[in-house]
């Protein structure tokens, strides 16, 4: 019987410049190019087994089996990897993940990331690593910067083909570190997905587009020369822009509790003590605080001092997306 079967790791990431809004919905074509660090304790382990006897495609992720809106959004990205490939088979596909299920740390970049890879290598394709990010975009736009390693920066392009992300800086060009404070673990309100349909109702979000070139050019020059006040500061204004879009947007959408207004508060009271850390945030309400690693056990042990934080996953900058044998299927 013919089985093709693979493997892959991939790394979960957190933007600095962030993408939102979609050029381009079906392709995942950005409006604007995004600035990213994989992160070392987030990652998703995915088995892609094709097979002769499957009638449909299967997904188990974190040990539980997933039908409906989960899996066809899986089987759309296999089906672009099975008519890339000329493969009709149906697939098995096994994912875990290396964080808690439901800990509010976005799994679809990992997820799409680690699928891509181990589909394409399953069926046979030799694909380059830009190629990898492009095909992984479709999944999820956030999974184009999980496929390269260290600090990403993803393309916005023009079309499908030049819309990828590639490494900008290797893991160790800077020690940064992400430590995020989870202060919810409930499922947020508005999809990433709808979230970025949203943002163009946003009276805010020409502002946005006007200048966002200008804080990715200030985010990279200070991630180039390691100047973390700079850095900070850039971060901090463009997760809090991305907010105000979000909560501004057709329909509106508020991603924070209190304790995520909490948090960021603390930080900037740290800041004010003489603590070099700045937060940022995707869509939902965990606050990831960025610092170096010099300051990073003052950072978690402030954040263990807080009640309203119900859990820290620190995080280092990690490498690229990566094949590894595959285990039992
Ligand atoms: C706020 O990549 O999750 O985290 O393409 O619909 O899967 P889909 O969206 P997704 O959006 C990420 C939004 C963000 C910012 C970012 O990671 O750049």
New binding site residues.
């Given amino acids: 019987m013919t089985r093709l079967q693979a493997t892959a790791i991939a790394h979960s990431?957190?933007?600095f410049?962030?993408?939102?809004g979609?050029r381009d919905p079906l392709l995942?074509l950005p409006y604007n190019d995004?600035l990213?660090m994989n992160l070392s304790a987030a990652t998703t382990t995915t088995t892609v087994a094709f097979a002769e006897d499957l009638s449909t495609d299967r997904l188990t992720i974190d040990g539980e089996k997933h039908i409906g809106p989960a899996l066809d959004r899986v089987s759309r990205q296999l089906d672009l990897v099975r008519l890339r490939a000329g493969l009709r088979l149906r697939a098995t596909v096994q994912s875990r993940n290396s964080f808690p299920m439901g800990t509010g740390i976005?799994s679809?970049?990992s997820g799409?990331a680690a699928l891509t890879m181990a589909a394409a290598q399953a069926a046979g394709l030799s694909l380059s690593e830009a190629e990898l990010s492009a095909l992984a975009?479709r999944?999820?736009?956030?999974?184009a910067?999980s496929i390269p390693g260290g600090y990403v920066l993803w393309h916005a392009g023009t079309a499908d083909s030049d819309s990828f992300a590639e490494s900008v800086f290797p893991a160790d060009h800077w020690d940064l570190r992400d430590i995020v404070a989870i202060v919810s673990r409930r499922h947020k309100g508005l999809?990433?997905?709808d979230?970025?349909g949203a943002a163009e109702g946003s009276p805010l979000f020409r502002g946005r587009l006007a200048s966002v070139a200008e804080t990715l050019a200030t985010v990279r020059g200070a991630l180039a020369s390691r100047d973390m006040a700079r850095f900070g500061a850039a971060i901090e204004a463009e997760a809090l822009n991305?907010h105000a879009i979000a909560m501004t947007g057709r329909p509106p959408a508020l991603y924070w509790s209190p304790a995520t207004v909490a948090v960021m508060h603390q930080v900037q009271a740290w800041r004010a003590e003489g603590l070099a850390v700045w937060f940022t945030?995707?869509?939902g309400p965990n606050v990831h605080l960025i610092c170096e690693g010099q300051d990073a056990a003052a950072v978690e042990g402030g954040l263990r001092n807080l009640e309203f934080v119900e859990g820290i996953l620190a995080n280092r900058v990690a490498g690229a997306a990566h094949l590894a044998p595959t285990l039992v299927v």
Avoid: C
Wanted: aromatic content about 10%; charged content about 15%; proline content about 0%.
């Fill in positions: 990431n957190i933007a410049v962030k993408y939102w979609n995942r995004s990213s976005a679809s970049a799409f975009r999944g999820s736009g956030s999974a910067r999809g990433s997905t979230g970025h991305l945030l995707d869509a």
